[in-house]
């Protein structure tokens, strides 16, 4: 009887490896952008049509490649980057598994033209699916260019998998980012259809490199750079300032030896060191780069290299959180440790959050009795504590029916931390959050707008500028129409810039631009499953929260009347639209017992 193993050709196993190293049009993007840094090109330009399912192109000004070397670089585990095992352990190049040229031919079609200095004549190399068609003598141009034609179209399966053409161009405009931020050195050029999208001039200087990635309204959000050397590891690099902050994670770069990874070690970091400075729910901006021997780090951990691993990961932890303490410390901006007097401006700062969720964390600990809070509270206001029918876990709190129904016989009488209204009815008093309460009447006003087609628009009497990033840039254009069924009248004014004409009334006076980029945040986060319902949600949950009168205001009686008033209108008085709880409610009963008049 004959074996039933066998060894599969060559063509099926670089089938195999594709489908881990080729994803979409960005991986193969990723890969002929670093294997042209390897060249030690001086610029790199990307050209894609049809959001690069039918066409990538990547041309740079590096080494080129022999004819010998040319026709060996298709061949699987073919690489110049290393050669023994040892050389595994300290790889200073972005490449080195020799897989990805196989990869990609192996499911499209590629055009290769390169030369080298050794080499009189360039040479031209064509690949049908992984075949090798011809190979040709080419006219004399420095570097190297590699086609992509026909990504996936014999494979069906993959096609399928292909997402939109605004999703597909954003996760390869990430891509060119990634590469431009971690090499400002390099001029990036990117040219979508006929259009250049991207085109960055070589710079020393990272700031300079972020500012025409992202636009120059970033540097502003930026604390002091980091420089930071300790036990042969270096950061480098900025983060946002800690006032500063974003709906979601699309600004944060960690490079490591110059490599754009995703690690979870150096991202707890981080988070660590920003503790206490950022309100729930809300995300720094940073751009790292760490250097580290590279021994010390293991980047033979992922097929697309995306993941390393360090022998010391404790130390890097330590280091990276210490590092970016430092900095803010020596910036003088605040001081996690100590608790400066900058620190504190900061938290009496009005209208900052940081400052509203030291208040409401401050009374749930304080009305929960779990600690007694700050200031050492007396002994008689702990034993209000033990009798406090005051509940805060979000899950069991209930306001009675009748109180419910009858919160309209409720009267405010007054305002405290100028955070929280409170009620008070025949047998309870009752405590609003202003803000989650106000956010629930704008949530429910905009849906029901919305759902009428009645949003009423307020035209901008100066027009205001906006730049986005070319990520930004092509989720909004592609959602312009989204906007315009929120309020929004923006308008495409070339390249990256955009012009806001007019915005939801609803709005009061925010800070539209912020707002604009929270909604791109969720949008680039949402391209997965793009439903329009689940969009126009998004959106207007962070024009509510943004909309919203804020903890640390104060109000009249009668705002605060005509706010519980309008609460009352709305379909779920008692919890605010991101799930947090309105109310909070105390019987009179509990207070007359703590008192020892029952
Ligand atoms: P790896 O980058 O892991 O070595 P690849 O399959 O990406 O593997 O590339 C194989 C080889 O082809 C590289 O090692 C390099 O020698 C050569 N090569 C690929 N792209 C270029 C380029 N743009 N310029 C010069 N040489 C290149
Ligand atoms: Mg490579």
Redesign the pocket.
């Known amino acids: 009887m004959e074996g039933r193993i066998v060894k599969l050709p060559d063509e099926l196993v670089n089938r195999i490896a594709a489908g881990e190293v080729v994803e979409r049009p960005a991986s193969v993007v990723k890969?002929l952008i670093?294997?042209?840094i390897?060249?030690g090109a001086g610029a790199i330009t990307v050209e894609v049509k049809g959001s690069g399912k039918r066409y990538i192109r990547v041309m740079?000004d590096?080494?080129?490649?022999l004819r010998e070397?040319a026709s060996l670089?298709f061949e699987r585990h073919?690489?110049?980057?290393i050669k023994t095992a040892h050389d595994l352990h300290k790889i200073t190049t972005l490449?080195?598994?020799?897989?990805?040229?196989?990869s990609i031919a192996s499911v499209s079609n590629v055009r290769l033209l390169?030369r080298s200095a050794g080499d009189s004549s360039g040479t031209e190399i064509e690949l049908d699916n992984g075949i090798v068609k011809a190979i040709k003598d080419a006219p004399p141009v420095k570097g190297?260019s590699i086609e992509v034609k026909d990504l996936f179209l014999n494979i069906p399966a993959r096609l399928k998998f292909m997402k939109s053409d605004a999703t597909e161009l954003s996760h390869i405009i990430e891509s060119v980012n990634q590469h431009a931020l971690s090499h400002p050195v390099i001029r990036f050029k990117m040219i979508n259809g006929n259009k250049a999208i991207i085109d960055t001039a070589s710079t020393n200087n990272i700031l300079d490199r972020i500012a025409s990635i992202f636009g120059y309204e970033i540097t502003d959000s930026l604390a002091p750079q980091i420089n930071y050397v300790r036990g042969g590891l270096s950061l480098e690099g900025y983060v946002s300032k800690p006032s500063i902050n974003m709906a979601g994670r699309s600004l944060q770069y960690i490079f490591v030896n110059n490599r754009y990874i995703k690690d979870r070690v150096i991202n707890h970091a981080i988070y660590e060191a920003f503790r206490t400075l950022l309100p729930k729910d809300r995300h720094p901006a940073y751009f790292l780069f760490l250097n580290i021997d590279p021994e010390m780090v293991d980047v033979n951990v992922h097929p697309s290299k995306i993941e390393v691993r360090f022998a010391k990961q404790g130390e890097v932890h330590d280091f990276v959180r210490d590092a970016i303490r430092e900095s803010m410390k020596r910036a003088g901006s605040w001081d996690p440790g100590v608790g400066s007097q900058e620190q504190n401006a900061e938290l009496r700062a009005p209208n900052s959050e940081l400052y509203k969720d030291r208040v409401r964390e401050t009374i749930e600990r304080y009305i929960s009795g779990q600690e007694s809070g700050p200031g050492n509270l007396e002994s008689g206001i702990k034993n209000f504590n033990r009798y406090s029918t005051l509940n805060t876990q979000h899950s069991t709190l209930k306001l009675s029916p009748e109180t419910e129904s009858n919160l309209s016989q409720f009267k405010p009488v007054g305002q405290i931390f100028d955070s929280f209204i409170i009620l008070e009815g025949a047998d309870n008093i009752i405590f609003i959050d202003q803000h989650t309460a106000h956010e629930r009447i704008l949530y429910e006003r905009f849906l029901q707008k919305i759902k009428d087609s009645k949003i009423e628009v307020q035209t901008l009497l100066l027009p205001v500028n906006m730049e986005v990033s070319s990520k930004e840039s092509v989720i909004l254009q592609s959602n312009l129409d989204n906007f315009k069924k929120l309020g929004f009248d923006i308008e495409s004014f070339g390249g990256n810039s955009f012009i806001i004409r007019a915005v939801p009334s609803l709005l009061s006076g925010d800070d539209y631009k912020q707002l604009i980029r929270d909604i791109l945040d969720k949008l680039i986060v949402h391209q997965r499953n793009t439903s329009f319902d689940e969009i126009v949600n998004d959106m207007i949950l962070i024009m509510a929260c943004r909309g919203a009168v804020k903890a640390n205001q104060r109000l009249g009686i009668e705002e605060m009347e005509s706010l519980v008033k309008e609460l009352m209108r709305t379909s779920r008085p008692f919890t605010c639209p991101h799930g947090r709880p309105i109310a909070l409610s105390m019987d009179k009963g509990q207070i007359l017992k703590g008192f020892l008049r029952r």
Do not use: I, Q, V, Y
Request: hydrophobic share 25%.
């Open positions: 890969e670093e294997n042209s390897d060249a740079d590096g080494s080129g490649m070397d670089a073919a690489t110049s980057k490449g080195f598994r020799g897989e990805a040229l196989p390169t190297t």
